[in-house]
């Protein structure tokens, strides 16, 4: 059986809030949260990675 541990340093969060249209066009509300959220530039402290241990 295979386990993901991950490790979430401090961090600011933001919503996109409720989208009952579920819309990722560039107009709507994912669409728009998902635009600004891919254009940051994190330093390496503020990025995610996942480790992975397997049990035997």
């Known amino acids: 059986m295979e386990f993901r541990i991950i490790s979430l340093p401090p961090f600011k969060a933001a919503s996109s809030g409720v989208d009952k249209n579920f819309d ?3 107009k709507g509300v994912l669409g728009k949260f998902n635009i600004y ?3 940051m530039n994190l330093p ?5 990675f996942t480790k992975r ?3 035997l």
Do not use: E, M, N, V
């Open 53 to 55: 241990f397997s049990l």
């Open 37 to 39: 959220f891919s254009a």
């Open 24 to 26: 990722f066009s560039s």
């Open 44 to 48: 390496d402290r503020d990025r995610f």
